[in-house]
């Protein structure tokens, strides 16, 4: 059973979302702020943490800013707006995806059940891309030997250029294989991922020789060589 801790200072919300995740299966703890959140985290230990943006004092943005700097578990933002900044600021904030409000149960228990899959072994075998290796059925990553911590959203981005590597893939390619959206999703999503990945991957992630952008298409990793 899933384990997921759910941060919402609205009540009523905070009590129909955890009812309604119950019911799809998962184990639901809840805190009513941000405080709150970044108090029991550690002692709830959730598989996924689903997080309101706009909490009162420390808000959403800032949970995940200190979460993601001990801490490589899977975040979803609930946010008011599609097309706010509050996302741009969320995705480079750390989060793995994000839902908008009104939430709707069945939506977001398929946005858990997504992000919770990106961290499923698969059978495969090793490539390496310079310092870098990937170890698909490992499911790890490392550089110069030394293991790298990434989110599941993260590895699950680097196994699936790994799996097409000297491939271009699209953004809507990869909205697909990483966040499984059927539909035309947010590019967001994946400029704010391969950003954070570049960072933990490249020598100089401005000047990325690993995952390089196809103008006017979207990313490849370069083949082993």
Do not use: N
């Not at 009513?32 to 009162?56: C, F, H, N, Q, W």
């Not at 072994?121 to 550089?143: C, F, H, N, P, Q």
């Amino acid at each position: 059973m899933p384990s997921l801790l759910l941060v919402e200072d609205d009540a009523a919300i905070r009590t129909a979302l955890q009812l309604a995740l119950t019911r799809q299966g998962h184990q639901v703890a809840v805190a009513a702020s941000g405080e709150e959140a970044l108090a029991s985290y550690k002692t709830v230990r959730p598989d996924l943490i689903v997080l309101d943006v706009m909490l009162p004092g420390v808000d959403g943005f800032e949970v995940c800013r200190q979460i993601r700097r001990t801490e490589q578990l899977p975040i979803i933002l609930l946010t008011a707006r599609s097309d706010d900044i509050d996302v741009v600021v969320g995705l480079e904030s750390g989060a793995d995806d994000y839902v908008v409000k009104p939430v709707q149960p069945r939506v977001l228990d398929a946005r858990i059940r997504a992000v919770l899959r990106r961290g499923e072994r698969e059978t495969s075998d090793i490539a390496v891309y310079g310092d870098l290796t990937v170890d698909r059925s490992a499911m790890t990553v490392s550089k110069r030997g030394t293991p790298i911590p990434l989110t599941p959203t993260e590895l699950k981005l680097v196994m699936e250029l790994s799996r097409h590597a000297g491939q271009a893939l699209s953004r809507q390619q990869l909205l697909r294989l990483v966040w499984e959206h059927d539909y035309l999703g947010d590019s967001r999503l994946v400029d704010a991922c391969v950003q954070r990945l570049r960072a933990k991957v490249e020598d100089v992630p401005a000047e990325p020789t690993l995952i390089k952008t196809v103008r006017g298409v979207g990313y490849r990793l370069d083949p082993p060589r």
